[in-house]
């Protein structure tokens, strides 16, 4: 009987993952038929049926119309969030390596930045930025960005930080190394785990991000590429399949940022939940 439990298990925890996937495999694959198919083939076909002619001119017409805004979101993620994992390893690193007084109470300040809504945050940040000049502005759109990713970037690379031992620090400044060395040459080359993570999680989130784009970008040469998928929809009806396609797109940096980096996400969240 105990053998028979110990094979009925995995079995049922295989067949439980699989589910999973399957259904999180049926909006892709939705995605990917609709944007392979013709307007009329779209009407006139149930939406589970497979493409018959694989419309491929369809990626190359969407493209056309969201480059602009597909250049606009890839400028915005790979300056800022470079520039707020930088920030935000700084922050942590104070918290967890220098003798800061209050170093838990500064930690809990931080944290209220994520229990703030962001709806609640809209009209005095709306305010800034225009008094500021800086609506429609790469600058001010990263700026914001930046701002809401602090406090979870902390969280995750104090966590990771704490893992590190200190002895480390104690042989570091026996060298000679100052604060700074030691942040650059001990901390940051053993945090590569964190920081993918980081990487991803923060490129994913800043790529499709869409009401603050929404709100403080409203200059259509500005927009990002979520708020660009708009353009597809008109006044009186929406082109599926262009949209569709143009979804697909919008994928293709996630996941090549996931696949760069997935080798350490795992120990990356691992050792933050552990610190």
């Given amino acids: 009987m105990y053998q ?18 399957v259904i999180f495999l049926i909006p892709i694959v939705f995605i990917a038929a609709t944007s392979l198919k013709s307007n009329s083939e779209l ?14 001119q369809n990626y190359l017409n969407a493209w056309t119309q969201i480059k602009p805004y597909f250049m606009n979101s890839l400028i915005i993620s790979l300056v800022k969030v470079p520039i707020g994992i930088v920030v935000e390893a700084l922050a942590a690193y104070a918290l967890t390596r220098m003798a800061i007084k209050r170093s838990n109470l500064i930690f809990a300040f931080f944290l209220v930045g994520m229990m703030v809504p962001m709806q609640a945050t809209l009209v005095p940040l709306n305010i800034i930025l225009s008094r500021l ?3 429609n502005t790469y600058l001010g759109i990263m700026i914001i960005y930046i701002g809401f990713g602090v406090p979870f970037g902390i969280l995750i690379l104090r966590g990771f930080f704490r893992t590190i031992p200190t002895a480390l620090d104690e042989a570091a400044v026996i060298d000679g190394c100052g604060d700074w060395m030691k942040f650059i040459k001990i901390i940051l080359p053993l945090s590569l785990p964190a920081l993918a993570t ?16 929404q709100i403080f970008i409203t200059d259509d040469s500005m927009r990002t590429v979520t708020t660009g998928l708009l353009s597809f929809q008109g006044e009186h009806n929406t082109d599926y399949t262009l949209l569709n396609a ?27 939940v552990k610190g």
């Fill in 133 to 135: 000049h800086l609506t």
């Fill in 198 to 213: 980081l990487m991803i999680l923060d490129f994913i989130s800043t790529w499709n991000e869409f009401v603050l784009a």
């Fill in 43 to 56: 009407v006139s076909n149930s939406w589970l049926t497979l493409p018959k002619h694989y419309n491929w």
């Fill in 4 to 21: 028979q439990r110990r094979l009925l298990t995995p079995f049922l925890l295989y067949a439980f993952l699989i589910i999973l996937v």
């Fill in 246 to 272: 143009g979804v697909m797109i919008s994928v293709i940096p996630q996941l090549i940022i996931y696949l760069i980096f997935q080798k350490y996400f795992v120990s990356g969240m691992a050792g933050s």
